[in-house]
């Protein structure tokens, strides 16, 4: 909700997702700088229906030529929750009749379809008896940012990198560590966030190809310049020489390399870059690499780790495996639930002190 008052729009939260109005000035400045949004969709119809055939006769009743020209290709994606229909392949497929037929009728020609790389994307949310069709304005999802080069095994997107970084309260003022950075994405995240850097300004946008773009305002929304942020202090390490290459590769692309320090160092031997701080890791869990059993017998020296060399920080894991507050034999201050595609995570914080976090048993 932050990220829509601050770029002009007034909104509110729904289940997935929020809900805004506002000016294409709004829309433009939401594409360009939400660090955390997948997709801004325009809503241009809803509709109640029953069956596929009353889907496509609210899709064809849409005037899609009066929203982008026949030379464009399109794709169309449906999700649904609750909805009757038996296939929702055969839906996706009434609704492209529907947008063809209705060019065809008016034109005499039927745009192309183009399922690797539309110019127009058409997405389609259908409910228990109603339904509703938007135009992407964001083409490609937002968290393809347009610098990453390479990203390790199993990168975190980089929206959800960007969430997790806000969810710890960290502000330019504290250094941040990230003891097991892979490519880096945590890091360039953090990094483009203090110095202000427009998370969209590398890549181009789906209302770009529809006919109500104004090139002159989108010109004015590129020319606004915030206020840069201060000079953040930011550290990643970890143990594989490739990781940190590609940490490099990616920081550099994203244009925040001057900002990140890197070493090659094991989060269960490195001290501390600093008396105090924010820590924020994201690291292997069973579904992603490495095994139940590895890991089983790694978390508690994760957090002999903590203990011994980070008394003073605040340290964020955020992780699909659940068995870690009790494996690193720490007692979580805090768990944020979130999801990364369809696996169900956890932010969990921990507050560093010296001593042990088992009640009653002193640090030896």
């Known amino acids: 909700m932050r990220e829509i008052e601050r770029c002009g729009g007034m909104g509110s939260t729904v289940p997935g997702g929020a809900l805004f109005e506002g000016g294409w000035d709004s829309g433009y400045r939401l594409n360009l700088w939400s660090r955390v949004a997948s997709r801004i969709l325009w809503k241009v119809a809803e509709f109640s229906y029953r069956n596929e055939n009353e889907v496509y006769a609210a899709a064809k009743a849409v005037d899609w030529m009066r929203h982008f020209a026949v030379e464009r290709s399109l794709r169309v994606n449906v999700t649904a929750q609750k909805s009757p229909l038996k296939s929702l392949e055969f839906a996706t497929l009434r609704i492209k009749d529907a947008v063809c037929d209705r060019f065809r009728d008016a034109l005499g020609r039927r745009p192309d379809v183009d399922r690797a790389a ?10 228990e008896a109603k339904g509703a069709l938007y135009l992407d304005t964001s083409g490609e999802p937002l968290f393809k940012r347009g610098w990453r080069a390479a990203g390790g095994e199993a990168p975190l997107r980089e929206n959800l990198a960007a969430g997790i970084v806000m969810l710890t309260g960290w502000t330019p003022a504290e250094p941040l560590l990230d003891p097991m950075c892979g490519g880096g994405t945590l890091l360039a995240e953090a990094a483009a966030m203090a110095r202000a850097r427009a998370p969209g300004a590398k890549r181009s946008f789906g209302f770009q190809n529809l006919k109500c773009f104004d090139a002159p305002l989108w010109g004015k929304v590129l020319a606004e310049k915030p206020d840069e942020g201060g000079t953040p202090v930011i550290y990643g390490s970890d143990t594989d020489p490739e ?29 501390a ?4 701080g924010v820590m924020v890791m ?26 011994k060399h980070f008394a003073g920080w605040r340290c964020y894991v955020f992780t699909a495996d659940l068995r870690l507050p009790k494996l690193i034999r720490l007692q979580p201050s805090a768990r944020t639930p979130l999801w990364n595609g369809a696996l169900e995570c956890r932010l969990y914080e921990f507050r560093i002190v010296s001593g042990s976090h088992r009640k009653g048993v002193p640090e030896a």
């Open 243 to 271: 990781a940190l290459k590609a940490a490099r590769r990616n920081l550099a692309g994203a244009g925040v390399e001057r900002w990140v320090t890197l070493e090659q160092a094991d989060v269960l031997e490195r001290a």
């Open 273 to 276: 870059p600093a008396p105090a």
């Open 118 to 127: 539309p110019d127009v994307r058409i997405h389609c949310y259908l409910e």
């Open 282 to 307: 994201n690291p292997p869990y069973g579904e992603r690499m490495g095994s139940p059993e590895a890991l089983a017998a790694f978390y508690p020296k994760l957090g002999d780790a903590l203990k």
